[in-house]
């Protein structure tokens, strides 16, 4: 069964860093493009990043831009979310995403989804 697991969620204070990351379980998801999402309380689920399957171009949402970076371990099945100077409007639960284009920001089209990980970021 396709999975991806979510890892590296926590606490933290304004101004500090976690990494995110997401293990996959079946190689169907080599050649899928690989995205982050995130959702607060009470808030729609909104695109975060993506990094394409093909050559890894990456893509931000623009209040994560030059804070956050994607990347990926291909040998270790892995993506990675760099989150640095976190900010409280940054707390939510991360999702792990899998889907055909990496330019794609819509929820709608996204093919698998991971557990989530909840990052909370204090003031």
């Known amino acids: 069964q396709a999975q991806l697991v979510e890892s590296g969620g926590g606490m933290v204070q304004a101004g500090g860093s976690l990494r995110l990351s997401c293990v996959d379980s079946?190689?169907?998801?080599?050649?899928?493009?690989r995205g982050w999402f995130r959702q607060a309380p009470g808030t729609d689920r909104e695109f975060v990043a993506a990094i394409g399957w093909k050559n890894d171009k990456t893509y931000y949402a623009d209040d994560v831009k030059g804070r956050f970076t994607m990347s990926k371990d291909n040998a270790k099945d892995t993506i990675y979310l760099q989150m640095n100077s976190l900010k409280p409007e940054d707390t939510a639960v991360y999702y792990c995403?899998?889907?055909?284009?990496?330019?794609?920001?819509?929820?709608?089209?996204?093919?698998?989804w991971g557990q989530g990980t909840r990052v909370t970021v204090s003031s």
């Open positions: 079946s190689p169907m998801f080599s050649t899928y493009a």
């Open positions: 995403a899998a889907y055909r284009y990496a330019t794609t920001r819509s929820v709608n089209s996204v093919g698998y």
